[in-house]
């Protein structure tokens, strides 16, 4: 079983929709999940870091479900400039600095 | 734009060849990381250094060798590589080791 597992997608979907994207993880000792945002040919972007309560960010949600070893990402009223592939990232274990990257979830935002 | 800096951009170099990447950062972060990402797939681990101390290295080969000279400086010797190596080697700095990464925009190497 992969450390961070995601649906790779493509995600095709019309302006203004709205999408969600899973993410589980292996390592319940983790501490720390973001989810990052990389266009093509550039680097990754932080979109947003993960907690239990859960975080807003204009038309972006997190939830992390420490049970389940699930994280989430909804986006609402999808833009085309959303279209990128985003990145569930978790740290291996606690405070070590060591990021484990999901494959990511390609999304594609169309007129 | 990024607050971490990396040159050169892109790099093209020869498998005897030796060169060095950079990488800078002005925020005060006390972690430094180099990755390396080949086409669609994500960003691998290579090295993390904390306080300017070698933390972690992800068993990469000796041919890559990081250096870290100070709080705001990090770079990578290269020497020998090999065609496999041709990736985009990314930078990233966080506050402390369990926050948050910032990454730079990469330098594109192509090893011929």
């Known amino acids: 079983r992969k450390e961070v597992e995601q649906d790779p997608g493509p995600f095709n979907v019309p302006e203004g929709a709205t999408v969600a994207f899973n993410c589980t993880y292996s390592?319940?000792?983790?501490?720390?999940f973001f989810w990052y945002r990389q266009d093509c040919r550039k680097e990754p972007k932080l979109l947003m870091s993960?907690?239990?309560s859960g975080n807003e960010d204009g038309r972006f949600t997190a939830q992390l479900n420490r049970a389940s070893q699930y994280i989430s990402l909804l986006i609402r009223d999808s833009k085309l400039s959303d279209s990128a592939t985003y990145l569930c990232v978790v740290e291996s274990s606690s405070n070590t600095g060591k990021l484990i990257f999901g494959q990511g979830t390609t999304l594609q935002v169309k007129p | 734009d990024t607050e971490v800096t990396q040159t050169p951009k892109h790099l093209v170099m020869g498998m005897t060849n030796k060169k060095s990447l950079k990488c800078e950062q002005h925020?005060?972060?006390?972690?430094m990381y180099w990755y390396k990402q080949k086409a669609k797939k994500p960003p691998e681990l290579m090295f993390v250094?904390?306080?300017?101390?070698?933390?972690i290295n992800e068993s990469v080969p000796s041919r890559f060798s990081p250096e870290c000279p100070n709080s705001s400086l990090l770079n990578l010797h290269l020497h020998a590589l090999q065609p496999e190596d041709s990736a985009l080697y990314l930078c990233?700095?966080?506050?402390?080791?369990?926050?948050?990464?910032?990454f730079g925009d990469g330098t594109r190497l192509s090893i011929l």
């Open positions: 993960v907690y239990s």
């Open positions: 390592n319940s000792a983790s501490q720390s």
């Open positions: 990233a700095s966080s506050q402390e080791m369990n926050q948050p990464q910032h």
């Open positions: 250094y904390s306080y300017e101390k070698l933390s």
């Open positions: 925020m005060g972060h006390r972690a």
